[in-house]
């Protein structure tokens, strides 16, 4: 029976990893196939991230998806979902889970420097409105489709090596609101002093 390292490493894989020297690293690793409350934590902070499907013969394609905060939700101990909402009509990822279902999460966090991988088979979800309604913030000015839910195999972050620090509007307003209210009270005081 094949475990989460089975889902990382192909043979392939692990022949290079031998090949060039890192395999020792991997062996006995504990690969992480469950949600941790980590995992909970770090995707209710995530408004980004690329999905990524192949055609039955291989052909790859990587998908941003972009939502509010927290729009990939762990909706069990192995499973996460998100909207699928209203873009640009090609509908390539559709067609590839239609043929196959392997599915891959990449997560890069620029604010923390992390990235995170997530292996899995996903599958589309049509006409559910109970899941709907977990999956969906009203709030959030677009139009949800159908749901896709992702089954996951395992999962790992791994090192902040190359990743340049990016801050979203959101992760940066209350630094910049400090600031602002401090120049507010230094011109405040320059004011009294001048008029004093």
């Known amino acids: 029976m094949s475990g989460p390292e089975d889902v990382l490493f192909s043979p392939a894989v692990k022949a290079e990893q031998m090949r060039l020297g890192s395999r020792a690293q991997f062996e006995g690793r504990a690969w992480k196939s469950e949600i941790t409350d980590d995992l909970r934590q770090f995707l209710a902070a995530i408004d980004t991230f690329f999905f990524a499907t192949a055609s039955a013969d291989g052909r790859p394609y990587v998908q941003h998806r972009g939502g509010p905060a927290g729009f990939l939700k762990?909706?069990?101990s192995h499973m996460l979902a998100f909207a699928d909402f209203a873009g640009n009509r090609q509908y390539i990822t559709l067609g590839h889970l239609k043929e196959n279902d392997r599915a891959h999460i990449f997560i890069p966090h620029f604010a923390t420097q992390?990235?995170?991988k997530l292996w899995g088979r996903a599958r589309v979800i049509e006409d559910d409105l109970e899941l709907m309604e977990r999956?969906?913030?009203?709030?959030?000015?677009a139009k949800p489709q159908r749901a896709?839910?992702?089954r996951i195999e395992a999962w790992d972050i791994n090192c902040r090596q190359h990743i340049m620090a990016r801050y979203s509007e959101a992760e940066i307003a209350p630094a910049v609101n400090q600031l602002t209210q401090r120049i507010k009270e230094l011109e405040d005081e320059v004011a009294r002093l001048k008029g004093g």
Do not use: C, E, H, W
């Open 74 to 76: 762990p909706i069990g």
């Open 114 to 116: 992390q990235r995170l």
């Open 135 to 141: 999956l969906v913030d009203t709030s959030y000015k």
């Open 148 to 150: 896709i839910a992702f």
